[in-house]
């Protein structure tokens, strides 16, 4: 089950660092000392986090959201201010409920994957609680001109991360205007 879950999670890290030494590379050629300095700092406490994911299974809440933040900055960089997030998460809920460590970078880097974001579709990623205590992650959909060369991998781990650790089954909706998924979560020991 460990030696499973270790490979789901280790299919996110190549992806996400071409990405990120693409920004890096991004931020040289402006030559904006400062936002380089912090994209490169934050780039430091994400990696930190992936690289100790594989010694975890389940995370708090606030651990993921605490990297989601990191991650928050490095995006809103990458994409000029286009993508913004809503974090609508009650703080004392945090601490109580758990969920497979990394379940957040999959989605956030379909929407990025699968949609236009430009002056004319700012992207909004909103990530709230439900009544049923399931983290709704959702953005409105503005399809690529061209389809993106992917193959559901993104998802199909985060189920399987899910139902290996959780024995819990996560939701995908998606209507024509919004795409969203309910992560199940577990109460805290």
């Not at 299919?11 to 936002?35: A, C, M, T, Y």
């Amino acid at each position: 089950l460990q030696s499973r879950c270790d490979a789901l999670a280790n299919q996110i890290n190549p992806h996400f660092f071409f990405n990120s030494l693409n920004g890096v590379q991004s931020l040289i050629r402006k030559k904006d000392d400062e936002k380089t300095l912090m994209y490169v700092h934050e780039l430091s406490d994400i990696f930190r986090y992936i690289l100790q994911s594989d010694k975890r299974g389940l995370v708090t809440l606030r651990e993921e959201l605490e990297f989601i933040q990191s991650f928050r900055y490095v995006m809103e960089v990458r994409f000029a201010n286009k993508l913004v997030f809503s974090i609508q998460v009650d703080e004392a809920m945090q601490d109580e409920l758990t969920l497979p460590v990394l379940s957040l970078l999959p989605l956030v880097e379909n929407v990025t994957v699968h949609n236009r974001i430009d002056s004319e579709h700012k992207m909004e990623i909103t990530i709230r609680l439900n009544e049923q205590k399931e983290l709704v992650v959702s953005n409105p959909i503005y399809p690529k001109l061209s389809p993106p060369d992917t193959n559901g991998t993104g998802l199909r781990n985060l189920e399987s991360r899910f139902t290996l650790l959780m024995n819990r089954q996560i939701r995908i909706e998606c209507d024509e205007n919004t795409f969203r998924v309910y992560l199940p979560l577990n109460k805290q020991n």
